[in-house]
């Protein structure tokens, strides 16, 4: 078979053609037996989407009243004085600059995710004392620890 009967067939493909077996009165008797059908009218379900609105409402004003609530907690009722500046220190930040290598706050964040890491990593050994894999892990972390105080320590 050549290119040109090639295109000859898909020219006879492309002209007009009956099916085989006749669909309309399949359609008609469909048609029909629809409208004899007792139709119930729908009854309007309105209470779902009120309950989602409802439920949303609720947690924003619940976040917003926790977040209000958070805040007039946090403000400290007696100010931790800074020695350096005499500027009002939440007790957080006090913490935080205690907890800081050197006294630095640049390093305060660095210490208290190598300081939770090894918590951790502690309790994790005491579940499992066989894995050989976190007592190498605490020791990188550390490690990690003492550069990190070393750097304060040079900060200074």
Same mark, same amino acid.
């Given at each position: 078979m050549n290119d040109f009967e090639i295109q000859r067939r898909l020219r006879d493909m492309n002209a007009p053609r009956t099916?085989?077996?006749d669909l309309w009165p399949a359609i008609e008797k469909r048609i029909a037996s629809e409208e004899h059908e007792v139709r119930l009218?729908? /009854?309007r379900r309105t209470w779902p989407p009120l309950a989602a609105a409802a439920a949303v409402l609720f947690? =924003?004003?619940g976040g917003v009243a926790?977040?209000?609530r958070q805040g007039a907690d946090s403000t400290p009722d007696f100010a931790t004085l800074n020695a350096n500046s005499f500027e009002r =220190?939440?007790?957080t930040d006090a913490d935080l600059a205690r907890r800081a290598p050197g006294g630095d706050p640049r390093l305060a964040g660095a210490a208290v995710v190598l300081d939770a890491a090894?918590?951790?990593i502690r309790q994790a050994i005491s579940e499992r004392p066989d #894995? #050989?894999?976190l007592v190498d892990l605490l020791? /990188?972390?550390n490690a990690r620890r003492s550069k990190l105080d070393r750097y304060g320590a040079n900060a200074g």
């Open positions: 099916p085989p077996i009218p729908l /009854r947690t =924003v004003l926790l977040l209000h =220190v939440s007790p090894q918590i951790e #894995a #050989a894999f020791n /990188r972390t």
